[in-house]
Structure formats: structure tokens, C-alpha cells
């Protein structure tokens, strides 16, 4: 009986010291290196549950947390700040969804990730709440925001509606014409291509000397995924004229809008583009090819270029390939992204690249929130706008564990393993998803965290540049070059020659039953199957007829009005930025 | 003497005229008497018809309005028939209509034809087991649903696809063919797709009333010198032309439903003019613009215009053929 009692308690002891670092990892896995009065949050006495919808996803997958980050955001939010979300994601159309919950009445207290102008429908039938009377709540937000919070006025000047992923662009890249470089080397060319139709010539020989991938399939400089219209938006980048919320204009001094359909340059880069698909440059199924296919041709070598964004050449190309190939992975072998200029075009008036500080997305407070709530959420929405709590709720708090930490000094510290960029999704997206990273997002800054007029993210880590909720990039602080040979060659001739063109003034609205939508609907269309025509005309006659019989059917349609229309929109947005409204 | 119209002294043909409608009167009634287990039955698949197929036809109303979902009818601008107007002046009408008609015509017509045909020559196998092999095969395709299809299509018509693969191996093509993103090849490409798609499965029917068809018939005709074509001809054919007509008739009241998926998944930007009918062009000037009351304004008028049709369409069976519906 005895022997048997000591066996018992050395079988309970044993148990219960193997259960120690268990333990002692629950209770330092919700531990960070910040204390919570250094959050910035007022932590309430009773649990506080906001009730979002957030968009289109799948609610069994959000709910299964594969990745634990929501499992662990959820105990971190309610230890640190006594908050808890009811996050709901559906299946299916966020703007269908939205005018069922509409017609029921079945929408929750925040509404997050709305189109623009499903903000304004819910704002327009008195479902949402004036948040006007809030904003001097809400120091961190404003501040953040600046003047660009006042494009979320309405006509008599009151907010409903906060955007959501604002800011700058971080980006390096936009719309590119790239090149595999490692083929390109083998040319031996002193300079890399500066124009399309220089493209053009580096493409084909390239092409000439790889005319097939290793299962023999053909090869080409490009491909598409949205009926050629990334040729188009690359096209209108290289020569200046702005898409970003508009759909082709170059703006004269004056203040002239010009369509790219009526003028000399529409025509060029449209038989340049013609000459690329004539000349076996481009995928002849680009019109069938949906996003996987359009990577896929990329990875297994069939397309070795890239013309429109810049990230598609990266998620087909070298992410995939060093993923793939590990140690052996050449650094050469990758798209790289390619800032070119048109003809008679500088680079600093090109629009490869452009911003919009607002975006396209909005958040709401609906009527469904009683008055107790709609404090606490603005209360938490100033959280969000702060420095501290846009970086935990994109990146997850920071800890050891977690991809940053904030160390003795300040510093807000990435760890060292996601300085390797090609490791990314397998050293710095799980992890980040695992801790919480992006679970919760209501109006988050996403875009640049930087120092300037508007924000002070002066505490990032001096080895990483151009960070946002979504990516970094590892630079030399000494000079600013980027520390990864890779992606100095990816954006070797990018970076250098581009920069971002804010383009929020041209932000414009259109209403479902305003007759000038329609006539933008009727121009979309034919753009798109003129274009299509344009780009496979049997020759150069036929293209410019097709040009020109496209030309004519939209300004027939009410090309001008429309222009008109987006010229009152900007100047009455530049008003409003500018507090004039 | 005429006392009440009960008693009044009538003619022979208004007294005809009374008894029927006496007749009809009673029907239901000794319907609902001596058939009560199949009333019964019967209850909840109606209630289901009138609940979700009678009592929402009521929100067409919304079709003379300028309507956002959540607002009531009486906060919306009354517009008349402004959103059916509109339909008519949006600039591609012309081709929406035509491209709509065309691809219900050849529906219609060959794809009409091609289950019956089927069902004949299906009818002529012998061999019991080779014949229901062939016909679960063909209705397997009906089950597939269109995305698995435009991606098959790909597969089999893409520039790398196996068929321009085989033409050019036999010689028969030096270049490859995007017949994917020619317009003039884009209608039989549909018709194609569809008619595999429900061949066997339309087939179903027709099978089922060729069997029902009188043996002795067959046999009086072999003894009449009647071939195997001419029993299809002189037999088979008026056996089930009943059947051909009430599903005729039935189809016709679907002549401006010309497809919807098809062309969204198989459509290109060069086949967009051929294949831009009623249903997509709704989808878009309506439901992606958010603007509902233009989509239930066009389809109030498909309905009404089907009605129509198929109305005339068994008026016309019923004169030329004896045959008709109601």
C-alpha cells in the first residue's frame, strides 16, 4: 500500500512538472512587451461586444481559426481591454447582402468593408448614425485623417462614414511592364528598357531565345486575367493619364480633361499593344485566363513578362519559386517589375503608380446602436487610429513570439527571421495570422505607416521601410537601398524612376439613378469589347479602324457629359479637402 | 312569362350554356368531396405555389417606382414607366435583342429538334443493355453544372486546347484557332454546349411517350410495307406529337430567356457583342448598379411578353392541330 501511495505521488509530481511549461506557455503567450497602461486604452469595467459585419467570407472557415489568431486575439483583447467582437462574415455579394439587410432591418451595429455607395444608401434611408458630434472624441482619427476626413462630409457637411485601409500608398510598384530577369541578363544589355516599344523589343528576343517552357508549351511576354484591360491601365500609367477613379483622363494645366480615346496618344500605345499581340507577345486565350491560371503561366515558364500590376508577376514568379526550390533558389530568377515612359512622356508625369488616401471602402455606426454603444465604439475607433493600436491590430501585440515586440528603448522591433523576404509566407504571414494579425479591423489605417504631418511612426524598426498592416520591406538604413538583393533587383528600375501620384481628388460618385451612370456603364462596356478588338486586329489599318470606330461609338454615347461630370467632381472634392465646402 | 331568371322560359342553347355552368359549379365542390385524401394531399404544395409563386408577384409593383431596398413604397418616387422606357433606349437594345432572339431561335429550333431525333434513334437500338448505357450517359452532362463546363470548353477549345492540338497534329490547321474569342463562331458554340448539356436529359420524355406508344401499330404497319423510317415517319411521330407540342408550348413562353451563365462564364470582350442578351444586360444596368426596380421593370416585361406568346402559340396548336394546353 505504501509502494503504491510514493508511485502515485511521483506519477502526480511527474505530471505536474511536464504540465509546468504548458502552463508557463499560456501565461506568456498572452504576455507582450507592452503594459497595459501604455495601450492607450481606457480599459472598461464590463466587457464590451461590438456586433460587425465585415464583407464577404466564409463564416465556418472564420469560425475553424485554422491559423489560432482569432482564438488568440479574442483572449488578448478581452485581458488587455475587456473588448470582445462579434465578427460576422457571410458568403456571398457584400452589396446584395447589404440591400437584403436593408429591406430586414437585419444589420448589426457596425457595418465594416462597404462600398462607398452602399454607405451612402444606408446613410441616405437614415440608418446610419452622424458621427459629427463624436469626432472630437476621436483625437487620434482626426489627427491621422487631416483634411482628407473631409471628403467624408455630406452635402451639409456632416460625417457618416469613416474610410477604411486608408493612407498613402506604401507600395514601390503599380502598373510595370516586366521581364524575366534572368533572361534578360543573357542579353547583355548595359541598360534596362525605358518605353513600351523598347519592351517590346527585349520581349521578343527573349522570347526568340525561350520560344518554349520545359513542357513545351509556348512561351509569351504577358497575359491577362481581365480581358486585356491590364494592358490598357499599364498603357494609360506610361503615358500620364490618371484611372484611379476616373477611367483614362490626362489632365491639361489648364485643367482640361482629356480621354485617352481622343487623343494621339490613345492611339499609339493601341497599336503598340496591337503590335504586341500580332508579334505573338501576348497569350492569344488572354481572354479566358482567370487569376490562378494567369500565376500558374507564370510559374511554369509559359509567360515571362508581366504588363499591369506589379504583385502579379511576384505571386506567380519568385515567391513561388523560392518557396519551391529552398536553398537552391537563384535570386536572377524572378519578374522583375519595370517602370517605363511613352513617348514624348517624362517619368515624373508618368501614373504607374498612384494613391487614394480614402480608398474605396467605409465603415459605419448604424441606428441599431443604442447611445452607451456608440460611445465605446468610437472610443475604440480612436484606439484604432492610434499609432499603437493600428500596429497591434495589423500586426497582433507584440511579443517575443509574434513578429515585432517593442524593445527597452521604444523601438518597435521586427524579428530578425522576416528579414529574409523570400521566407515570407512561411516566417512572417502565419505568425502574424497566428497572433491576431488583421482579425479585427473597423476604420485601421492599412496603408504607409510613416513619419509625417499626419502620423508618428518614428519607434519602427530603422531596418524596415514602407510598412503597412499588410507588408514591409527590409532596407539598409545607412542609405535606404533595400537590404534584399532580390527585391533591389525586382524594383531596381522602379523605385528610382516613379513615384506615387495622389489621386483621392478624383474620387468620384455615382448615383444608380442618375442618368449619368448609366452613361458611364454604356462607355465602360464598349471599352471593354472595343479594346478587345483593338488588341486583335489582323493588322495596323485595322487596329486604328477599330480605335477610331470605338472612339466614335463612346463619344456618341455621352463621352463628353461624362467628362464634364468628372471635372465638377474633382473640383468640388478639392473644395471640400481644402474646407471651402 | 318570365318571373326569375330561374324559371324564365330560355332557349335550347341558353339552357345548354346554364347546365354546363351548373356542371362546373358543382365540380369543385364534388371535387372536394369525393377526393378530400388527394386535396389533402395536395394542400401543401399548393399553399407552397400561392406563398412563393403568386403572393410575391405583388412586389413587381416596385417596377413603377424608383425603389432602394429598406424604403417603403410610399417614400418612393412614383416613375410610371420610366424604368420599361429605359430598357428601350440604352444604346446596345438592338443587339441585346437580337443576339437574345437569335440565341432562343436556335434553341428553339435545333436544340428543340435535337432531343427528339435522339429519342428516335434511341428508340431503334435493339440491344436492351447497350441502350441504357447510351441513355445514362447522355443525361449525365445535364448534372455538371456551367462553370465545370466553360472550364471542359477551355480545356477543348483554348489555343493550346486538344482540339486545335489534333487539327494541327493531322494537318489539318497550321495555326491554332481562338474559337473562344471569334464572334462568329460563338452561337453554335453555345447552341453546342447547351444541346450536349440537356440532350439526354430532354431526351427523357420523349423516350417515355415513344413507349407509349400502341406495339400493334408497329406491327399493322410492317404488315402495310412500312419500313424502318416510315414507322418512324407514320407512326412514332404522330405518337408522340402531342407531347412534342405541349413542350413546344411550353418553351415558347421562354423565348427572351436566352441564358445567363453561359455567357458570363464562357463569354469573352470579342464575343461580347453576340452574346450581351436580355438577362446579362439587366444584371448589369440593374443589379450591379443597384438599381432593382430596372431588373424587376424587364422582367415583368419577359413575363408578360412570354404570356402572351405562349397564349397564342396554343391558340394557334389548337386551330391548326386540334392540339392545345388550356
Known amino acids: ?581 | 312569362m318570365a318571373f326569375g331568371r330561374k324559371h324564365a322560359v330560355v332557349s335550347q342553347e341558353e339552357a345548354s350554356r346554364y347546365v354546363k355552368y351548373e356542371k362546373k359549379k358543382g365540380a369543385l365542390a364534388k371535387s372536394l368531396r369525393t377526393q378530400k385524401e388527394i386535396w389533402i394531399i395536395s394542400f401543401l404544395a399548393l399553399a407552397w405555389v400561392i406563398l412563393f409563386c403568386y403572393v410575391p408577384m405583388a412586389g413587381n409593383i416596385i417596377a413603377f417606382y424608383q425603389w432602394f431596398p429598406g424604403q417603403s413604397l410610399a417614400n418612393s418616387k412614383f416613375v410610371g414607366l420610366d424604368n420599361f422606357t429605359r430598357f428601350f433606349k440604352l444604346p446596345a437594345f438592338k443587339t441585346v435583342m437580337r443576339n437574345t432572339l437569335v440565341i432562343s431561335g436556335l434553341s428553339l429550333t435545333v436544340g428543340f429538334m435535337a432531343p427528339i431525333i435522339f429519342a428516335l434513334l434511341l428508340n431503334e437500338i435493339q440491344n436492351r443493355l447497350f441502350k441504357k448505357v447510351v441513355q445514362t450517359i447522355s443525361y449525365l452532362p445535364y448534372f455538371v453544372s456551367w462553370v465545370v463546363v466553360a472550364s471542359i470548353m477551355l480545356f477543348l477549345l483554348g489555343t493550346e486546347g486538344a482540339i486545335n492540338q489534333f487539327l494541327m497534329w493531322i494537318g489539318f490547321l497550321d495555326k491554332p484557332i481562338n474559337y473562344l474569342s471569334r464572334a462568329d463562331m460563338f452561337w453554335g458554340i453555345l447552341t453546342t454546349a447547351n444541346i450536349w448539356k440537356g440532350l439526354g436529359w430532354s431526351a427523357i420524355i420523349y423516350i417515355s411517350a415513344i413507349t407509349g406508344v400502341d406495339q400493334e401499330l408497329y406491327q399493322a404497319g410492317a404488315v402495310d410495307g412500312l419500313g424502318r423510317f416510315g414507322k418512324v415517319w407514320h407512326i412514332t411521330i404522330p405518337g408522340i406529337l402531342p407531347t412534342i407540342v405541349v413542350l413546344f408550348i411550353l418553351g415558347i413562353g421562354g423565348i427572351l430567356n436566352a441564358g445567363f451563365e453561359q455567357q458570363l462564364l464562357i463569354g469573352t470582350a470579342s464575343t461580347q457583342k453576340v452574346y450581351e442578351v436580355i438577362d446579362t444586360y439587366v444584371y448589369k444596368y440593374g443589379i450591379q448598379q443597384g438599381n432593382y426596380t430596372f431588373g424587376t421593370a424587364v422582367g415583368l416585361m419577359k413575363s408578360i411578353f412570354g404570356f402572351f406568346l405562349v397564349w397564342l402559340t396554343n391558340y394557334i396548336s389548337g386551330k391548326v392541330l386540334d392540339l392545345r394546353i388550356f
Open chain 1, 1 to 581: 500500500m505504501r509502494k503504491k501511495s510514493i508511485a502515485a505521488l511521483m506519477l502526480a509530481t511527474a505530471m505536474t512538472i511536464s504540465a509546468m511549461p504548458a502552463l508557463a506557455e499560456v501565461i506568456t503567450s498572452q504576455d507582450g512587451t507592452i503594459a497595459d497602461e501604455d495601450l492607450g486604452w481606457e480599459k472598461p469595467d464590463e466587457t464590451v461586444t461590438f456586433h460587425v459585419y465585415a464583407g464577404d467570407g466564409d463564416p465556418e472557415e472564420f469560425a475553424a481559426d485554422e491559423d489560432g489568431g482569432k482564438a488568440f486575439m479574442d483572449n488578448w483583447l478581452l485581458e488587455h481591454m475587456n473588448v470582445a467582437f462579434d465578427w460576422q462574415v457571410m458568403v456571398g455579394d457584400m452589396t446584395e447582402r447589404l440591400n437584403l439587410m436593408l429591406t430586414d432591418g437585419s444589420y448589426p451595429e457596425i457595418i465594416t468593408w462597404m462600398p462607398d455607395d452602399m454607405a451612402n444608401k444606408f446613410i441616405a434611408q437614415g440608418k446610419a448614425v452622424d458621427l459629427t458630434p463624436y469626432l472630437e472624441k476621436m483625437p487620434n482619427l482626426t489627427r491621422r485623417l487631416g483634411n482628407y476626413l473631409n471628403l467624408m462630409k455630406n452635402e451639409d457637411g456632416d460625417i457618416y462614414k469613416l474610410p477604411i485601409n486608408w493612407g498613402f500608398n506604401p507600395n514601390v510598384a503599380g502598373q510595370d511592364f516586366g521581364v524575366r530577369y534572368d533572361y534578360w541578363l543573357e542579353l547583355g544589355k548595359e541598360k534596362m528598357y525605358e518605353t513600351p516599344a523598347e519592351w517590346i523589343e527585349v520581349m521578343k528576343e527573349i522570347l526568340a531565345n525561350h520560344p518554349t517552357n520545359e513542357a513545351g508549351q509556348t512561351t509569351y511576354g504577358c497575359t491577362s486575367d481581365n480581358q486585356g484591360k491590364n494592358f490598357l491601365y499599364a498603357m494609360l500609367g506610361a503615358y500620364g493619364f490618371v484611372t484611379s477613379g476616373v477611367n483614362g483622363y490626362k489632365i491639361d494645366d489648364d485643367g482640361t480633361y482629356k480621354h485617352w480615346l481622343n487623343t494621339e496618344d490613345g492611339l499609339e500605345f493601341s497599336k503598340l499593344v496591337n503590335q504586341m499581340f500580332r508579334e505573338g507577345l501576348i497569350d492569344p486565350d488572354f481572354q479566358s485566363v482567370d487569376y490562378e491560371t494567369y500565376t500558374s503561366k507564370e510559374t511554369n515558364g509559359q509567360v515571362l513578362g508581366n504588363v499591369g500590376t506589379w504583385w502579379y508577376a511576384w505571386t506567380g514568379g519568385h515567391q513561388k519559386w523560392a518557396l519551391d526550390e529552398g536553398e537552391n533558389y537563384n535570386k536572377e530568377k524572378r519578374i522583375a517589375n519595370v517602370a517605363v515612359h511613352g513617348d514624348g512622356v517624362d517619368f515624373a508625369d508618368t501614373t504607374l503608380l498612384t494613391a487614394n488616401f480614402i480608398g474605396s471602402y467605409r465603415m459605419i455606426i448604424t441606428d441599431k446602436a443604442s447611445e452607451e454603444q456608440i460611445e465605446n465604439i468610437v472610443k475604440f475607433l480612436d484606439w484604432e487610429a492610434s499609432e499603437i493600436g493600428t500596429f497591434i491590430l495589423g500586426f497582433g501585440p507584440p511579443m517575443e513570439e509574434n513578429v515585432w515586440k517593442i524593445t527597452e528603448d521604444g523601438t518597435w522591433l521586427f524579428d530578425d527571421v522576416i528579414m529574409d523576404v523570400d521566407r515570407k509566407e512561411d516566417s512572417y504571414h502565419p505568425v502574424k495570422d497566428g497572433h491576431g494579425g488583421l482579425k479585427y479591423d473597423m476604420a485601421i489605417a492599412g496603408q504607409w505607416l510613416r513619419d509625417d504631418d499626419l502620423s508618428d511612426f518614428t519607434q519602427i524598426d530603422p531596418r524596415v521601410d514602407r510598412v503597412s498592416v499588410y507588408d514591409y520591406w527590409p532596407i539598409n538604413p545607412e542609405d535606404g537601398s533595400f537590404a534584399d538583393e532580390g527585391i533591389n533587383i525586382s524594383w531596381g528600375d522602379y523605385a528610382s524612376r516613379v513615384e506615387a501620384k495622389d489621386t483621392t481628388m478624383y474620387t468620384t460618385v455615382f448615383d444608380a439613378y442618375d442618368p449619368i451612370t448609366d452613361i458611364k456603364t454604356n462607355i465602360e462596356d464598349a471599352v471593354t469589347a472595343g479594346w478587345a478588338e483593338i488588341i486583335t486586329a489582323d493588322s495596323e489599318e485595322a487596329c486604328v479602324a477599330a480605335f477610331e470606330t470605338l472612339r466614335d461609338d463612346c463619344n456618341s454615347m455621352g463621352l463628353d457629359e461624362l467628362t464634364a461630370y468628372y471635372e465638377a467632381s474633382y473640383e468640388k472634392n478639392l473644395k471640400i479637402f481644402n474646407g471651402e465646402e
